[in-house]
């Protein structure tokens, strides 16, 4: 059985992965608002795989015998203006949540449940990746400056990317 402490943070964690879905699907209207439909399609993308983040933990604390908690999602930030803007807040936020994570996983340890400790380093290892993708598109568009042509083609590059579901198992 899970620990009350644990299964708070990690009910807790379920709604940040769900609330960064929804950041992730704001920032693809945004694009698809300008034309940058493969930007759009990566925030979508990034969206689906929130949701499988959050889905996981949700699996993870039932099969742990514990109760999911779920909360009211905040609505997420509308506000952007341009994409390398929208870059720099994915980093950001980026930032936030393995913070989250690396929370998740002192808690775990302060508990002593090894478990979850055991099963949160998939996000650990998750959020690496997660912000080197951000720094990758972030340096492109750094590069690029204003270059319309650099543009279109790193857009070309980002509407190649696919959905594939994400498990833990």
């Known amino acids: 059985m899970i620990s009350e402490k644990v299964q708070n943070v990690?009910?807790?964690q379920i709604n940040k992965e769900f609330y960064s879905a929804y950041l992730y699907l704001a920032?693809?209207?945004f694009f698809d608002e300008i034309g940058l439909?493969?930007?759009a399609n990566w925030t979508k993308v990034q969206a689906r795989e929130e949701i499988d983040h959050g889905m996981i933990l949700f699996d993870y604390i039932i099969?742990?015998?514990?109760?999911?908690?779920?909360?009211?999602?905040?609505?997420p930030e509308r506000n952007f203006e341009n994409p390398l803007q929208v870059f720099e807040k994915i980093?950001?936020?980026e930032k936030f949540v393995t913070e989250s994570i690396n929370c998740v996983a002192s808690m775990s340890e302060d508990e002593c449940d090894l478990a979850t400790r055991h099963f949160i380093n998939w996000?650990?290892?998750?959020q690496v990746e997660e912000e080197a993708n951000a720094r990758d598109v972030i340096t492109k568009l750094k590069m690029f400056g204003d270059e319309k042509a650099s543009l279109y083609h790193l857009d070309q590059d980002l509407s190649k990317r696919e959905y594939k579901a994400h498990s833990y198992k």
């Open 27 to 29: 920032m693809s209207a």
């Open 10 to 12: 990690l009910n807790s």
């Open 123 to 126: 996000y650990i290892t998750e």
């Open 91 to 93: 980093l950001e936020h």
């Open 37 to 39: 439909y493969g930007f």
């Open 63 to 75: 099969e742990r015998d514990g109760k999911v908690n779920l909360d009211k999602i905040d609505s």
